[in-house]
T-cell receptor
């Protein structure tokens, strides 16, 4: 168990809908990262927050947004969902923001858009 | 062409074999190199973390980085059926924190 908790584990929703994925980082970790894993694209970095502030952005669609709250948990909001958004969404956390810090992944949320 | 290339496999070996997993990359700015293991439907688990070129050993696992060739390897000695999983290489630039760029993963099957 990495100590990173993601909820829900599974989510099935219809096209056009909006969902929220939740991540609780390991105790003491200040950085949260969101990744998307699909069969054709592999694991892709979406966005990073450090102590409540957005720190880095990757291949995140405009329909997606995230935030990190004062208690350091993070939420990833996906809206106007399309079939192609079906994927595993992982959250990772690390203590620091910079180099030489290890990131630990949660078990993921499997999103199915029908 | 992807920034990080990894043979998807599957790679099937008998129990006890030495396994060699590899990744090539194109971005010379990558400084930190990692190997993750991912069991089916689970989150990636960090196995090895190395900085720049050189070797690092941890139990049955050895990671090698050759920055001149843009090539990294993970060796698994005395492979076990429990090592059957997908192995993902990941890399990051020195100034980008933990924004990791992953390879597509190699599926390994160790047969008893």
């Amino acid at each position: 168990d990495s100590g990173v908790t993601q909820t829900p584990k599974h989510l099935i929703t219809a096209t056009g809908q909006r969902v929220t994925l939740r991540c609780s980082p390991r105790s003491g970790d200040l950085s949260v990262y969101w990744y998307q894993q699909s069969l054709d694209q592999g694991l892709q970095f979406l966005i990073q927050y450090y102590n409540g502030e957005e720190r880095a952005k990757g291949n995140i669609l405009e329909r997606f947004s995230a935030q990190q709250f004062p208690d350091l948990h993070s939420e990833l909001n996906l809206s106007s969902l399309e079939l192609g958004d079906s994927a595993l969404y992982f959250c990772a956390s690390s203590f620091l923001d910079g180099k030489n810090t290890e990131a630990f992944f949660g078990q993921g949320t499997r999103l199915t858009v029908v | 062409q992807k920034e990080v290339e990894q043979d998807p496999g599957p790679l099937s070996v008998p129990e006890g074999a030495i396994v060699s997993l590899n990744c090539t990359y194109s971005n010379s700015a990558f400084q930190y190199f990692m190997w993750y293991r991912q069991y089916s439907r689970k989150g990636p688990e960090l196995l090895m973390y190395t900085y720049s070129s050189g070797n690092k050993e941890d139990g049955r696992f050895t990671a090698q980085v050759d920055k001149s060739s843009k090539y990294i390897s993970l060796f698994i000695r005395d492979s076990q059926p429990s090592d059957s999983a997908t192995y993902l290489c990941a890399m990051s630039e020195s100034n980008a924190g933990n924004m990791l760029t992953f390879g597509g993963g190699t599926r390994l099957m160790v047969k008893p």
